[in-house]
């Protein structure tokens, strides 16, 4: 096989954790029952519009404590011969509670062979004495805090009732930035309510900001969901594939190259969606994206111009596309 066909056009999450740890890394998912205040019956707020009781946490056994989620995964993937591990706490949000309650979920699966701590929440739920109590781990363990940003357009996020705006994400960049954590943004690319210039600058925004990580997304509606019970389901269809295929790769082209893309496209759940990728299996879409990266010789960072790209040096990662216009990749995401 051609050397050119391993060259991948985005920083993909597999490789670079292959790289930064000598071997495969596998994450682990887990549901530490933390809810969501923005979900809460007593909050009135009624959660985002797309997300149901689960809280993207469909994949994990509920009714097995922490650190029998933990084990009985590592056992598993032990199994494959793989010995290094992310703790993922996925579903919900996951610094919702008092302080001491975090701190005995997060040490109960710092066990051998975990090597990263991987916390999800929203930006609103960051106070710093929860950064810090993140960063207390970070002399053990890798750190990684994972955002909800969604939309970088305040009227998207109002109209997908996220209760934070863009200000406030910014805020817990910045103010995480002082402390030894690795930060992860959540973004959704085909929201009918955004237009792909919303998409662009969101991606000009987390590169100006310096995120480590981006995890992108493909909007998918589960019947549980306010959006699922309206049935406005239509109105979604009004972003296509090849409208999403479009936007994922104008974000890609002005993204960082230094940043990592930890998904391209979501993965939902195989029961009770009623809308999601249009139908297609993942790895369909993911190889859609990447046949229009090959074909129109786009690459990550190749349009970026801010944050760490305002040097206007161009690396090793942007030279091997410029030097090899016909290079391909392999699918990642």
Request: proline residues 3%; charged residues 30%; aromatic residues 8%.
């Amino acid at each position: 096989m051609n050397d050119q066909l391993s060259f991948r056009r985005y920083r993909d999450l597999k490789s670079h954790l292959k790289e930064k740890y000598g071997e495969t890394v596998h994450r682990i998912p887990m549901n530490a029952g933390f809810g969501c205040p923005h979900r809460d019956a007593q909050s009135g707020l009624g959660g985002c519009i797309y997300c149901d009781s689960t809280g993207s946490g469909f994949s994990v056994d509920k009714s097995l404590s922490i650190t029998q989620q933990i084990e009985k995964r590592i056992r598993e993937l032990e199994d494959r011969g793989i010995r290094k591990f992310i703790a993922y706490f996925q579903a919900g949000s996951n610094t919702y509670g008092s302080l001491e309650k975090l701190e005995e979920i997060y040490r109960s699966v710092l066990i051998d062979g975990v090597v990263a701590l991987d916390v999800s929440t929203r930006p609103d739920l960051v106070p710093d004495e929860v950064l810090a109590l993140l960063d207390s781990f970070s002399s053990e363990v890798d750190v990684i805090l994972e955002l909800g940003l969604q939309s970088v357009n305040n009227s998207t996020l109002r109209r997908i009732n996220r209760k934070h705006s863009l200000a406030d994400f910014i805020d817990a960049v910045v103010r995480a930035r002082k402390y030894k954590l690795e930060l992860v943004a959540h973004v959704i690319t085909n929201l009918p309510w955004d237009s792909t210039e919303d998409v662009i600058e969101c991606a000009r925004i987390l590169s100006s900001l310096g995120v480590d990580g981006v995890k992108m997304h493909s909007l998918y509606v589960v019947k549980d969901s306010p959006l699922g019970q309206s049935g406005d389901l239509e109105f979604l269809s009004s972003i296509t594939l090849d409208d999403f295929i479009f936007r994922t790769v104008e974000f890609l082209d002005h993204l960082d190259p230094g940043i990592v893309i930890h998904r391209l496209v979501s993965d939902p759940p195989r029961e009770g969606v009623v809308f999601g990728n249009w139908g297609l299996p993942k790895i369909v879409i993911l190889n859609e994206i990447q046949k229009r990266l090959v074909s129109e010789n786009r690459y990550q960072g190749r349009k970026c111009s801010l944050g760490k790209c305002l040097t206007g040096k161009r690396d090793e990662w942007s030279r091997r596309f410029e030097e090899s216009p016909d290079s391909s990749g392999r699918d990642a995401g």
